[in-house]
């Protein structure tokens, strides 16, 4: 895998994102190996009620909200279907989330920047109920400071979780950056003009995130590793 650092914005100690002192990481194919299992598992939960849709659609839709995911990729579901294809995502999701490791170099580099001074953060689509389950299987609960899920601070592109980290922190958008592998995170970052960084590994491909203007690209953990050591 190429392990290339795009730079879109004029190098200065501004743009360095090894200088921010607040890293914020989105979770699903940012820190954890998990889009296979997300499309997988809505493909399985749409099915089990009639419904069908492709793996772009459901990469297109992580992200946001799992509420605000299906009701896209399924608008003609009642609300009731739409709640039981919810549940049906969770089963399965949970039964197999021990198929989702974290990418190989992300533990070591979130101990890293921890004994280096940087404060962590999460910001994530999940529920606060799936984010606790996945922060404790991979025992990294400790490395953040704090931690969003769409349900305490609304969905994506909505930028309420980052000044909600923000304010937690003490810290101001020149103070940070945020990282993530949907066009839903780079869209938030923009909302607040916080440093961003895509990564191209994840959900969408670079092109699609290349569009939104992220401040930088990295094509694997391992680039996204060395851009924030500098």
């Not at 299992?37 to 297109?60: N, P, Q, R, W, Y």
């Not at 916080?194 to 290349?210: E, R, W």
Request: with cysteine; charged share 20%; glycine share 6%.
């Amino acid at each position: 895998m190429n392990n290339a650092t795009t730079q879109t914005a004029p190098l200065s100690v501004a743009n360095d994102p090894s200088d921010k002192s607040l890293i914020i990481f989105d979770w699903d194919g940012t820190l954890m190996d998990s889009i296979g299992l997300i499309v997988t598992s809505m493909h399985v939960a749409g099915e089990a009620h009639g419904f069908d849709t492709t793996d772009d659609a459901v990469k297109d839709i992580i992200g946001l909200s799992l509420t605000k995911g299906i009701e896209i990729l399924y608008p003609q579901a009642t609300d009731t279907q739409k709640q039981s294809i919810e549940h049906r995502y969770a089963e399965y999701y949970i039964a197999n989330s021990h198929k989702t490791p974290l990418f190989a170099p992300i533990e070591a580099m979130l101990k890293t920047l921890c004994q280096r001074g940087k404060t962590l953060a999460v910001a994530t689509g999940k529920k606060r109920q799936g984010l606790d389950r996945v922060l404790n299987a991979s025992n990294s609960q400790h490395y953040f400071a704090i931690t969003r899920g769409a349900d305490e601070s609304g969905s994506k592109p909505d930028p309420q979780m980052l000044n909600d980290i923000l304010m937690h922190t003490q810290q101001q958008v020149a103070d940070a950056v945020f990282i993530g592998d949907s066009i839903h995170d780079i869209q938030m970052a923009n909302a607040l003009g916080m440093m961003s960084i895509a990564v191209n590994y994840g959900a969408a491909s670079s092109d699609t995130l290349a569009e939104q203007n992220p401040t930088y690209q990295v094509d694997s953990p391992q680039a996204l590793v060395a851009l924030l050591y500098g």
